[in-house]
């Protein structure tokens, strides 16, 4: 069982690692704030549950927590995102000096860059079909529709087109390239 004196300690490590996590998955510093703050609160709540005792199985633990969290806004963020705006709910907004500040760690303006350019690298079907389903968030029918093509192929081409930016972009993070 985790002691909950060294939750704190989890937190000041771990709290900046995990709101840049979020910002170069998302590209948004409001996002990501919001997701690390429910990361830690998840965090929180299991914490005594917890059974790794070392740095890097803590660490672990909670790098799960967030890529599920992240996993759950990005199923569910549409539709949460409507019903709010419907219920006139409005999330709290972060200063413009703390949104730049974690723009600026996660190289968020680089990363924009490099998602252009590896857009420009798609096909122009799969640019099409990816600007259809993530952008305009349209269903596959009406992607399908819209492009004179199957359901099935619609769906295989927004998969490829974002396997293929996933994997350009893993590889610019991985070695460092968008800072």
């Known amino acids: 069982m985790a002691d909950p004196g060294e939750f ?4 000041r490590r771990e709290s900046e690692g995990v709101l840049v996590f979020f910002a170069r998955r998302t590209l948004d ?3 990501a704030m919001e997701l690390t703050a429910e990361t830690f609160a998840h965090a929180y709540l299991g914490w005594r549950g917890l059974r790794g005792r070392s740095r890097e199985e803590r660490q672990a633990w909670l790098y799960t927590i967030a890529r599920r969290r992240l996993s759950r806004y990005l199923r569910r963020g549409r539709v949460e995102r409507r019903a709010l705006r419907r219920l006139g ?6 200063h413009e000096d703390d949104l730049a500040l974690i723009e600026q760690r996660a190289g968020l303006a680089q990363l924009r860059g490099a998602l252009r350019c590896e857009l420009s690298q798609l096909s122009d079907t799969q640019r ?3 600007d259809l389903r993530i952008v305009q968030e349209r ?3 009406e992607v399908a529709s819209a492009l004179g093509i199957s359901e099935v192929a619609a769906r295989a081409r927004v998969s490829r087109g974002l ?3 996933a994997h350009a972009l893993e590889v610019k993070l991985a070695t460092g390239e968008p800072r």
């Open 89 to 94: 709910i409005q999330t709290p907004t972060a």
């Open 8 to 11: 704190d300690d989890l937190y």
């Open 139 to 141: 269903s596959y029918a």
């Open 163 to 165: 396997r293929a930016l």
């Open 128 to 130: 099409r079909a990816l």
């Open 29 to 31: 510093a409001e996002t």
